[in-house]
């Protein structure tokens, strides 16, 4: 049976033709669509983890202070915000990033010792620590990394600590970390009567009244009642926060270059393919093949190498993902699930790498004069 | 009176701003189904005269109509070529990484690319040019005269009015010149196709119903 001929084959053989070249620039691209798949899939990962922080406790809304890069407000606003009739309970807290020995950091929250953050944890051993003690909870991951247990003793930035429950968390942002009372770590901190945020529980919707018209009734509610605050829904500041924000912007910083050196990778490889086939143009020029065919077939080869890349590089990412979550250090935070929705924004993403690569080669080919095109060596 | 198929009027053509004068005022008018070849020395222009009837290259000044159209104007060159035209060169020009089959669908993906039959119509033209044994070879596994004979059956691709050869056996041997030349001619009477040849070879030129004669861009009286 007689072949027909498609564009799509005719594509096909024109990458196949350079080999080496085409697999050297798949790679290129993979290699770059892979670090957006592991970095944009752990900066989401990481979100999902302050989520299921405050869904693991039931927080509604966290109060922070207005501007972002100030952190701290008075703990006295806790008592204002609980006496409020939309609130069940608030608790304060402070969290920060401590270096715990040369080679471990971790998160380390203050919290006290009435917080119904508690019931989100499971004590795995010993007892919960007691306000204006020197005593610590450590996650089991991060009991696990500093090799310490209930009764001995670590020391955080000078001072001694006793150990008193190891405890297993709803996210890994809690079993990666220490919890201590507010007071001590409002000293270690030298943020006496701050903190960091307020978590709020709300008392449940009255009948007839919908959960997101309550949720901005209480929000309104407390931001009446503490000028110059913002109450957050938890969602909103699981996705909102500097730390969420950090690693977004990481990710999408690294991921950026990565893509524009992918991006380079295809761009020269369709200039030097159009350039060696300048007299192929022409031939199709005179065959009758419009400028915009022409355009077409170069932009296809572009975006084939770019959703091979694509393909490719979500293999490596799906990879390095599966290695973070196996690894003790992250696997709290990564997930071993892959979300189609990161898939199909990194296939977008490199057919549309293929497609910025492919414009400029694409336009120079269609550009060519047939005559002039014919007569190339 | 037969209407003219192709007719140059007045036509110009030069380059490096008017420094190099390729044409210098040519008149031509080739009907309907008439073989015509066009001779000269090197350099001459009988080349840039084919571009310019072939709609490959403008003229600086003057026009070329198809069918009393001017081309360029009601209709576009790219148009004119993939519905209106076939060309054979004496370099083949044949895609390397496309089999013969493959190679005479490429006119074919230009005017119909949605098409189904082009296999179809690809396997029918090779036949006719004597290549049903060498449809799946490429380009380098056929001989000289096998990868002229599927240029001519590309050329046919898109069924033209007017075939334009430059110097279609310049690169054969004199049996395949002689074979080549057969098939040309027996295509024009065949299909009553009007054949534009330019060339060197006097045998040829004397095949042909008209024979015009370029020099210094002119058309010799």
Known sequence: ?????????????????????????????????????????????????????????????????????????????????????????????????????????????????DSYEFESLQLLSGR????????????????????????DTLEIQGSPFKVVAIYHGGSALET?????????????????????????RLRPAPAGEAPDEYLKRAQAQIEAALPGLRAVPAAERAGNNQFVRLAHASAWGTSSIALLIGILGIANTMAMSVFERTREIGILRALGWKRGQIMILIQLEASVLGLGGGFLGIAVGWGALQLLAALPQTAGIVSATFPMALVAEALGISILAGLIAGAIPAWRGAQLSPVEALRHD | MTSPALEARNLFKSYDEGQIEALRGVDLSIVTGEYVAITGPSGSGKSTLLHMLGGLDSPTTGEVRFRNVIL????????????????????????????????????????????????????????????????????????????????????????????????????LDSVNSGKIMEILIGIQQKRGMTLIVVTHENEIAHAAARQVRIRDGKVEA
Not at chain 1, 128 to 151: A, I, N, R, W
Request: proline fraction near 5%.
């Open chain 1, 1 to 113: 049976m007689a072949a027909q001929l498609s564009f799509i084959g005719f594509v096909r053989k024109n990458l196949w033709r350079r080999r080496l070249r085409t697999l050297l620039t798949l790679c290129g691209i993979g290699m770059a669509i892979g670090a957006f798949v592991g970095l944009v899939g752990f900066s989401n990962a990481f979100e999902q983890s302050w989520l299921r922080l405050y869904t693991s406790s039931g927080t509604d809304i966290a109060i922070i202070q207005q501007t972002f890069l100030n952190t701290s407000l008075p703990e006295s606003a806790t008592a204002k915000v609980a006496a409020l009739p939309t609130v069940a309970q608030a608790t304060p807290m402070i969290y920060n990033v401590m270096d715990l020995t040369p080679e471990v950091n971790a998160l380390v929250y203050g919290w006290k010792a």
């Open chain 1, 128 to 151: 919960p620590f007691h306000d204006g003690q020197s005593e610590v909870m450590l996650g089991e991951l991060l009991s696990g990394s500093l090799h310490k247990k209930t009764g």
């Open chain 1, 176 to 200: 990666g970390a220490v919890i201590m009372p507010l007071d001590q770590l409002q000293q270690l901190s030298s943020l006496q009567g701050k903190v960091s945020t307020i978590h709020v």
């Open chain 2, 72 to 171: 360029g104007s009601a209709i576009d060159l790219d148009t004119y070529r993939s519905r209106n035209v076939g060309f054979i060169f004496q370099a083949f020009h044949l895609m390397p990484t496309l089999r013969a089959i493959e190679n005479v669908q490429v006119p074919m993906l230009a005017l119909k690319p949605c098409s189904f039959d082009r296999a179809a119509r690809a396997r029918d033209l090779l036949k006719e040019m004597g290549l049903e044994n060498r449809m799946e070879q490429y380009p380098n596994q056929l001989s000289a005269g096998e990868r002229q004979r599927v240029a001519i059956a590309r050329a046919l691709a898109n069924n033209p009015d007017i075939l334009l050869a430059d110097e279609p056996t310049g690169n």
